[in-house]
């Protein structure tokens, strides 16, 4: 990771802190003071005579550096800043400004009549296929109803329902960073690394069993 200051670092990958900052893109998150800034926080870039890095967006990955105050800063935009610092850039917090993401609107008819039919079509195809005599139809070989929880492996072979649960748990992982506050957890967690991997994905699987989404074959 690179040190925003550090002059011995090759030219994609230096900058100071002497210019002023650009303004900030039109479509930039609401900002918030830069006080208490801390690993998981969405944060702008500002301050820095390095072009590509004024405005940029990035999420602060691990804590401070204790003898320069930098914080490691992991960049998410624009694709020009990250192709220049792909490992992220070590910045003074005054050169830091910190983003709060707006929170997505819920889908329509979420809490009222309309999901209210969904869960309980939902309750009825997985009495019908809990085999006590319910006549759903049933996944081959899942003994899931279809239109159930489960009903996305429908058709699937055991190894590639594998593979398109792993890609849900990846896209849960991103979701969480891009959309939840930086939420970094397994994948993401780079302060712990691979181990926090296993552990993380096994919480997605216990999730995953104990809501029927898990084909019990």
Not at 59 to 75: E, W
Not at 128 to 152: I, K, N, Y
Request: with cysteine; glycine share 14%; hydrophobic share 40%.
């Amino acid at each position: 990771m690179a040190d925003a200051s550090d002059s011995s670092s090759a030219p994609a990958a230096t900058a100071d802190l002497t210019a002023a900052s650009s303004p900030a893109p039109a479509d930039a998150p609401l900002a918030a003071p830069a006080d208490d800034i801390r690993k998981g926080c969405r944060v702008r870039l500002l301050g820095l005579s390095t072009a590509v890095l004024n405005g940029a967006e990035g999420c602060v990955v691990g804590p401070a550096d204790p003898d320069t105050g930098r914080h490691p800063v992991k960049l998410l935009r624009p694709a020009e800043a990250v192709a220049a610092f792909p490992l992220g850039i070590k910045v003074k917090p005054t050169n830091l400004e910190k983003v709060q993401l707006p929170q997505p609107a819920a889908p329509p008819g979420r809490g009222g009549a309309e999901a209210k039919a969904k869960r309980e079509s939902r309750k009825a195809a997985a009495a019908g296929g809990g085999g006590g005599g319910g006549d759903g139809t049933l996944l081959g070989g899942s003994g899931q109803a279809f239109g159930g929880p489960a009903a996305w492996a429908a058709g699937l072979q055991p190894a590639q329902a594998a593979e398109w649960f792993v890609d849900c748990y990846r896209m849960r992982v991103d979701d969480d960073y891009a959309w939840g506050g930086c939420n970094l957890h397994g994948l993401y967690d780079m302060e712990n690394g691979r181990d926090a991997i296993a552990p993380d994905f096994l919480v997605f699987c216990k999730l995953a069993v104990a809501h029927g989404v898990v084909p019990r074959s």
